[in-house]
């Protein structure tokens, strides 16, 4: 992978500037280290790209650090599918304004781990596999911590079929779910998804709505995680006395702008401080 940036014209000195790049399969981080200090360099071609799974995007940022001032400057993140066209941003633009004013309900994504340490607890490293799927090290990911930190993303959640398979050794009732965002932060199967109401999701496929091969909009396929599963025991701590987990104006009946943002969206919805 060749990674390339540039600087805007500036009269500061840039060989007192050094350049770091990382990088990350999750757009909220954390980042790993691939190259630096580099001075005067805008190139770096990435070796170390891990090749375990077919389904992930990667992420890049560069940072900028003056060694006098220790002045910090950051670019990105940015990924190999470029940069959207001006009519796919505008479209990305308006169906944010229906998910975060309208349709839409907050909710968190964890992205799976796909490289990385090794789970030190369960994994084997003569086997090359996991001795134990309960895991509570990498949630049965074989990478320690098992998800990247969660990221806030509207989304639109509809159920769809419920399904129920019964044979002799277990009853089965599976709850599919669709769920339509936009394309940041990226999702890929196995992820994991909270919604409001604290229900849990695993990912079953992702498609979606492309603009020169850029993606403008995420069409995720889900399954319903069943309570006492290993997933329903991953902690999120949100105070959702100060969060807003749906749009308001879905409650009210505003008159004007004011009206329409003001109020504590508990006084309509009181279940949302359940949990």
Same mark, same amino acid.
């Given at each position: 992978?060749?990674?390339?940036?540039?600087?805007?014209?500036?009269?500061?000195?840039?060989?007192?500037?050094?350049?770091?790049?990382?990088?990350?399969?999750?757009?909220?981080?954390?980042?790993?280290?691939?190259?630096?200090?580099? *001075?005067?360099?805008?190139?770096?071609?990435?070796?170390? *790209?891990?090749?375990? !799974?077919?389904?992930?995007?990667?992420?890049?940022?560069?940072?900028?650090?003056?060694?006098?001032?220790?002045?910090? *400057?950051?670019?990105?993140?940015?990924?190999?599918?470029?940069?959207?066209?001006?009519?796919?941003?505008?479209?990305?633009?308006?169906?944010?304004?229906?998910?975060?004013?309208?349709?839409?309900?907050?909710?968190?994504?964890?992205?799976?781990?796909?490289?990385?340490?090794?789970?030190?607890?369960?994994?084997?490293? #003569? $086997?090359?596999?996991?001795?134990?799927?309960?895991?509570? $090290?990498?949630?049965?990911?074989?990478?320690?911590?098992?998800?990247?930190?969660?990221?806030?993303?509207?989304?639109?959640?509809?159920?769809?079929?419920?399904?129920?398979?019964?044979?002799?050794?277990?009853? $089965?009732?599976?709850?599919?779910?669709?769920?339509?965002?936009?394309? !940041?932060?990226? #999702?890929?199967?196995?992820?994991? *998804?909270?919604?409001?109401?604290?229900?849990?999701?695993?990912?079953?496929? #992702?498609?979606?709505?492309?603009?020169?091969?850029?993606?403008?909009?995420?069409?995720?396929?889900?399954?319903?995680?069943?309570?006492?599963?290993?997933?329903?025991?991953?902690? $999120?701590?949100?105070?959702?006395?100060?969060?807003?987990? #749906?749009?308001?104006?879905?409650?009210?009946?505003?008159?004007?702008?004011?009206?329409?943002?003001?109020?504590?969206?508990?006084?309509?919805?009181?279940?949302?401080?359940?949990?």
């Amino acid at each position: 992978m060749d990674v390339y940036w540039e600087v805007e014209p500036t009269t500061d000195d840039l060989q007192e500037y050094d350049f770091f790049l990382e990088r990350s399969e999750a757009e909220g981080g954390p980042y790993d280290l691939v190259a630096g200090p580099l *001075v005067d360099r805008f190139y770096v071609r990435d070796n170390s *790209v891990p090749h375990f !799974s077919a389904n992930r995007d990667l992420f890049y940022r560069v940072r900028a650090v003056h060694r006098l001032s220790g002045r910090e *400057v950051q670019a990105g993140p940015a990924r190999r599918g470029g940069q959207l066209t001006l009519d796919a941003a505008e479209m990305v633009r308006l169906e944010q304004v229906l998910f975060r004013e309208f349709v839409g309900v907050r909710c968190w994504l964890f992205p799976r781990k796909t490289f990385g340490q090794r789970c030190p607890q369960c994994f084997d490293k #003569v $086997l090359g596999k996991r001795n134990d799927a309960s895991c509570p $090290l990498c949630w049965g990911t074989t990478f320690s911590g098992g998800y990247h930190y969660p990221v806030e993303v509207w989304a639109q959640v509809d159920q769809s079929e419920e399904t129920e398979q019964v044979s002799q050794q277990a009853h $089965l009732q599976t709850k599919y779910f669709a769920m339509r965002c936009g394309p !940041s932060p990226d #999702v890929k199967p196995l992820d994991l *998804v909270v919604d409001h109401q604290n229900r849990r999701f695993r990912v079953i496929s #992702v498609s979606g709505t492309y603009r020169l091969g850029v993606r403008v909009r995420h069409e995720v396929r889900m399954a319903q995680i069943q309570p006492g599963m290993l997933e329903d025991a991953i902690p $999120l701590r949100v105070d959702t006395a100060q969060v807003t987990l #749906v749009p308001g104006r879905n409650f009210t009946n505003p008159q004007n702008l004011e009206a329409a943002r003001g109020g504590d969206l508990a006084d309509y919805l009181p279940e949302a401080r359940r949990y």
